[in-house]
């Protein structure tokens, strides 16, 4: 594991850089995947910008009239006569950033965490987001995974999550995106609108899904879909959910969850339909439990577990 | 003036962190140990960090710090005696500070100047502009004819420099940064 000094080591230099100025893009992906590496380096960052923080409150302090000016003997004259200014202009600079919050979880991981807004995100399996709340605006950056957020209502301030594809934007609302086939938003609570460079595409209320393949083509927009969402969502309690899907979609929505990947060996079994829900990050269990129902034989490896048809006896 | 997270962070968490890593270093967790569990403590806190006022941030910090401790404890494959002495000493209220470390504003200037009048030459006018003067950092570089790579590179070495002194309750670093100190630096660091 990296050490704690090397950690800070890094942190300190991503500070410095965001302290010349805005990141570009390529450097904000550096800075997401740099902190998406290990929890501590965010932890290390953040602690930095409030050594920084609270050095900028230096300059405040000095500047506050109700207290006299103590003369403090500074070792060179120049920063002596910098010191001496009466009301030192604050620095803000460094306030550009503070109002980015990024979450990021792993392999089968799930996070949750209040903005401070009072919307509530939680982050599925393998994601990635950077939050961004300004007086006029709330934005949401999704660039990987999946993430449901219920949205605390403002009507002045439309609360709008950004994809690779396009955008989805809602006032006060419970709805989920995921990234992982292109776009899929389902909504339980309230309408949201899904937008490409500002123009409408869909809106998609209450108990709706929509989806769009990789090419951002539009595949689907379906109602009445209360209990697909609430499938959906399982993830939100640990679990996958399945409702006569192939055991080929089975695996593939189960495997993102896990490092330990399921493998189908044959045509055959791939095409069985499945049902029921599964522990997500218990891929032995899930073949343990098909093995139960169908003709199916487990083989568990190191790395790995394969799904095949049981010899006929 | 909106506050940001690490205005809230300088406000309500640095101040506590030497009496965190005080608590750690008795709890009989290793030099090494306690940075990564401040680190970690630092990112659980943001995450969670929602904006407004937190009661007791003293209360809820060391409840996350020892959330955090329990974690890794159960982490480590091999549950050491010593470990298990950890838990129940980490359970142990006693073991908790209790006030929150508050520097009136005097205190606070006080320890600020300190530390940046600590740091070696350059390093000390770089922060000087940038954080005194709040010159942008390509001005800084101008002013004081460097690189802007050397100015960032100023910039990341002090930031950890004064960050150990404020943070480091044991660290001579910090006494020295106190005694430097004109003045009444008698709470908060203890």
New interface residues.
């Given amino acids: 594991m990296e ?3 090397r ?3 890094a942190a ?2 991503w ?3 965001h ?3 805005p990141l570009d893009e390529a450097e904000t992906r550096a800075f997401d995947d740099w902190c998406a590496g290990d ?6 960052f ?14 405040a ?2 500047g ?1 009239p109700v ?1 006299p000016r ?1 003369s ?1 003997v ?3 004259a ?2 002596a006569a ?2 001496a ?1 009466a009301v ?8 550009d ?3 980015t ?1 990024r ?1 990021s979880t792993d392999i089968g991981q799930q ?1 949750r ?6 919307t509530l995100v939680e982050l599925n399996t393998a994601t990635k987001v950077a939050v961004e709340l300004t ?1 006029d605006a709330r934005e949401v950056r999704l660039p990987r995974g999946e993430a449901m957020f219920e949205v605390a209502h403002d009507g002045k301030r439309p609360f709008v999550v950004k994809t690779k594809l396009a955008e989805v934007r809602a006032t006060g609302t419970v709805f989920s995106v995921c990234t992982e086939k292109g776009l899929e938003v389902a909504v339980r609570e309230g309408t949201v609108e899904v937008m490409r460079e500002g123009a409408l595409i869909a809106r998609v209320s209450a108990g709706e899904t929509f989806s769009m393949d990789r090419d951002g083509k539009v595949t689907s927009h379906q109602a009445n879909q209360d209990d697909r969402i609430a499938r959906e969502l399982a993830w939100r309690d640990g679990k996958v959910a399945f409702a006569g899907e192939t055991l080929a979609q089975a695996v593939e929505e189960l495997n993102r969850y896990n490092r330990e990947k399921v493998e189908i060996a044959d045509p055959q079994t791939a095409a069985i339909h499945v049902g029921g829900y599964f522990r997500a990050t218990d891929p032995e269990g899930f073949a343990r439990a098909l093995e139960k129902s169908f003709p199916i034989v487990a083989e568990v490896a190191d790395d790995k577990v394969v799904l095949h048809a049981r010899p006929l006896a | 003036m909106s506050s940001g997270r690490a205005e809230w962070f300088a406000e309500h968490i640095l101040p506590l962190e030497p009496k965190v890593r005080a608590w750690l270093r008795k709890a009989g967790w290793s030099r090494e140990e306690v940075e990564d569990l401040v680190q970690e403590t630092y990112a659980r806190l943001a995450a969670a960090w929602a904006g407004d006022e937190v009661i007791h941030p003293s209360a809820y910090v060391f409840a996350t710090v020892r959330n955090v401790a329990a974690d890794q404890l159960r982490r480590q494959r091999i549950v050491s005696i010593r470990s298990v002495a950890d838990i129940s000493r980490l359970n142990a209220s006693d073991s908790e500070p209790d006030a929150e470390a508050r520097l009136t504003a005097h205190e606070e200037l006080d320890q600020l100047r300190a530390a940046i009048e600590r740091l070696p030459g350059q390093c000390r006018a770089v922060f000087v502009l940038r954080k005194v003067e709040g010159v942008s950092q390509a001005e800084t570089a101008q002013r004081l004819g460097l690189a802007q790579s050397t100015v960032e590179k100023h910039v990341a070495r002090g930031m950890r420099m004064v960050a150990a002194w404020l943070t480091r309750p044991d660290d001579e670093g910090l006494k020295a940064a106190n005694s430097n100190a004109r003045r009444g630096l008698s709470r908060g660091n203890r």
């Fill in positions: 050490t704690a000094d950690v800070e080591a300190a230099r500070l410095a850089r302290d010349a100025g929890p501590r380096r965010l932890g290390a953040v602690r930095l910008q409030a050594v920084s923080a609270r050095l900028d409150r230096a300059g302090l000095s506050m207290r103590r403090w500074y070792p060179a120049g920063i910098a010191l200014l030192w202009p604050a620095s803000y600079a460094v306030h950033l503070l109002h919050q979450f996070y965490a209040a903005l401070p807004d009072g007086p």
